[in-house]
């Protein structure tokens, strides 16, 4: 059973920073696209980032102030979050591809969700 979990949510204040961390277990994603979205209050799911082997991508509401990266075994996916932003709050989820796909692969895998809280 493949599980997605992700860590490093909490309340920060704009201007902060904060990591989050996801872990898959399960299966390797070596190779695969990993990525993250975000859901607030009262909105649909949005793109944040993505990750495979040859680099990585970031939506322009985060571009310069989000760094997605990949741990050594390739099973783990970090998002480094600086400069924060109230309009930054909301859960975040970590997900998972059986693609190669940089841009638009599908998303089999998603983790529950932790939540960013960034106080004004």
């Known amino acids: 059973q493949v599980q997605l979990v992700e860590s490093g949510g909490g309340l920060v204040q704009a201007g902060g920073s904060l990591r989050l961390s996801c872990a898959a277990s399960?299966?390797?994603?070596?190779?695969?696209?990993m990525g993250w979205f975000r859901q607030a209050p009262g909105k649909e799911r949005e793109f944040v980032a993505s990750?495979?082997?040859?680099?990585?991508r970031t939506a322009d509401s985060v571009k310069g102030r989000f760094t997605i990266s990949r741990g050594y075994a390739w099973n783990t996916v970090y998002l480094q979050m600086n400069s924060l932003k109230p309009e930054d709050t909301a859960v975040y989820y970590c997900?998972?591809?059986?693609?190669?796909?940089?841009?638009?692969?599908?998303?089999?895998?998603w983790g529950q969700g932790t939540q960013v809280t960034v106080s004004s």
């Open positions: 997900a998972g591809s059986e693609s190669m796909q940089l841009v638009n692969p599908t998303w089999r895998y």
């Open positions: 399960g299966r390797t994603f070596s190779g695969y696209a």
């Open positions: 990750i495979v082997r040859s680099g990585g």
